[in-house]
């Protein structure tokens, strides 16, 4: 703002002072006006200065960024070559251990080619040499089980023909001699003495301490086992396993046609052919286990071991259930027999079924000819007659005789089977059978007890049919003096008689035999 040049006062003369007033403002304010101006004068250099500074801090800056941004390519290509060239060898190892690997694979299929091929050829040459060895063995065994049961056969026609011809006699001796009369006193006959009891022939007397002989072998072998299962622990626990199983398939034995028992009796098979398959050792020597003269050939313990278990099992059940339920035998029996006609549990054409005939011996002599008086101690060992325990009291009367009906069916159901439509051989022919009736059946007068009568009404009863099937006429024949005459050589008074005299009846009654 510019101050006036005039004052307005100027030409007033009467007012010196206000012209002075004038000057001085005026001075004031170009003072204040050149005080502004240089200010303003110094503002501006000053912004001109902090521009120029900007500018060139800007300019700076740019170039730093600049040099850095150059610097982070110039890494990032670094770092991509050493990448490049990282990837680079790392892909060339790869490739080389590929190729090294594919080498080693080449190699190892070579290897693995060749040693198949070896292989082979060693399986084949083995398996041609086991074939050969199979062949001939078998061959061998085919020609002895052709020679033994030939020799059998040839043995029972000579055992039948004989025993024909001693059930005639003895059936028309029985016939001649005059029947018995009642007896009109209640005077009993005496009893015989133990030095009065007519001894057997000396062949039965020495086949039957034969089985007995065996009998104990088998109680030394449990013995053995048991050594050798303290040294074998997976022999001891399967040997125990297999044990059980075939006790328990056993005792599930039911009445009825051979479908209901199939599946206890695969269970059987398939235990055994654990053992024959699983534990080949040890090997025990048969030549006390069998009643025959045998070289010294040698089994699989393990088997030997289950099949008297399997026979003890027998034995048990046939007391347990056969004395309630004879009928329950066949079932039994035609288990039994199958396991001892297989051709794997035969040693030379013989049937290991001595292991379980040396138990018959034991618990129930009177099968085998073995007779006594019931009224002495050692008569009644004879006759079988069980003690509740070991050196304790004889059991009573009429557990003794169930024991006698269970054994007896049992017996009669394992001697009678037919194999004639079978490929298998019989391990219990039925001549057994026969030699056991007439065995009972010659018995001497005094020395019949109802050991005896009740042992041979288990024999007959439910056999006939295939007692009939084995021996035909000569069936007929002991039949009726087994029911008609021998029942008259009994005691006074025994009831064991009149119920064998029954059984006659029966046979007429259901199965409508007249005999």
């Not at 304790?392 to 003794?400: A, C, D, E, N, R």
């Not at 009404?457 to 029911?483: C, H, P, T, W």
Request: net charge positive; proline share 4%.
């Amino acid at each position: 703002m510019a101050v006036a040049d005039v004052s307005p006062w100027k030409a007033a003369k009467d007012s010196p002072s206000r012209q002075l007033l004038w000057e001085l403002s005026r001075l004031v304010l170009v003072e204040q006006e050149e005080s502004y101006e240089k200010l303003d004068q110094a503002s501006r250099e000053r912004g001109a200065v902090l521009r120029n500074a900007l500018d060139d801090a800007a300019a700076r800056h740019d170039k730093v960024r600049r040099d850095a941004e150059a610097e982070r390519d110039r890494l990032i290509l670094e770092q991509a070559q050493k990448d490049a060239e990282i990837r680079r060898q790392e892909e060339e190892r790869r490739r080389e251990a590929e190729a090294e690997r594919e080498k080693a694979e080449k190699r190892r299929l070579a290897e693995r080619a060749q040693a198949a091929e070896r292989a082979e050829r060693a399986a084949t040459q083995e398996r041609e040499a086991e074939e050969a060895r199979l062949k001939a063995e078998k061959e061998r065994r085919d020609a002895q089980a052709a020679r033994a049961k030939q020799e059998e056969k040839e043995a029972a026609e000579r055992r039948k023909a004989e025993e024909d011809r001693k059930a005639r006699e003895a059936a028309a001796a029985a016939r001649s001699t005059p029947p018995r009369k009642p007896a009109t006193s209640t005077t009993e006959e005496p009893t015989p003495s133990i030095q009065q009891e007519t001894r057997l022939d000396p062949d039965r007397e020495k086949e039957h301490e034969r089985y007995l002989e065996i009998h104990k072998a088998l109680k030394k072998f449990r013995g053995f086992m048991a050594q050798q299962a303290k040294h074998n622990p997976q022999l001891k626990q399967r040997m125990g396993d297999m044990r059980r199983g075939i006790k328990k398939s056993v005792g599930q034995l039911r009445e009825g046609g051979a479908s209901l028992n199939r599946k206890q009796l695969t269970a059987i098979f398939d235990t055994l052919g654990e053992a024959l398959k699983s534990f080949p050792e040890p090997k025990v020597s048969l030549a006390t286990l069998i009643a025959r003269p045998i070289q010294d050939v040698q089994a699989p313990a393990l088997v030997i071991f289950l099949l008297n278990h399997f026979s003890k099992s027998v034995i048990a059940q046939l007391i347990k259930e056969a004395a309630v339920s004879p009928t329950i035998a066949d079932a039994i029996g035609t288990t039994t027999v199958n396991v001892f006609a297989k051709d794997d549990y035969r040693v030379n054409g013989i049937s290991l079924i001595d292991i379980l005939m040396a138990k018959f011996h034991v618990v129930c002599p009177p099968l085998f000819g073995i007779y006594g008086s019931e009224s002495t101690e050692q008569g009644r060992e004879r006759l079988g007659w069980w003690r509740e325990y070991k050196g304790g009291p004889w059991v009573s009367t009429q557990i003794h005789q169930d024991r006698m009906t269970g054994l007896g069916a049992g017996y009669a159901a394992i001697s009678l089977r037919n194999f004639e439509n079978s490929r298998m051989s019989n391990p219990y022919p039925p001549y057994h059978y026969w030699q056991t009736l007439v065995g009972i059946l010659n018995v001497p007068k005094g020395q019949v007890t109802d050991t005896h009568l009740v042992l041979l009404r288990a024999l007959l009863a439910n056999s006939e049919s295939r007692f009939f099937i084995a021996y035909g006429e000569s069936a007929k024949q002991l039949l009726q003096y087994a029911l008609k005459d021998y029942p008259q050589r009994a005691p006074n008074g025994s009831t064991a008689a009149s119920l064998l005299s029954n059984l006659g009846n029966t046979m007429k009654k259901d199965k409508k035999l007249y005999l």
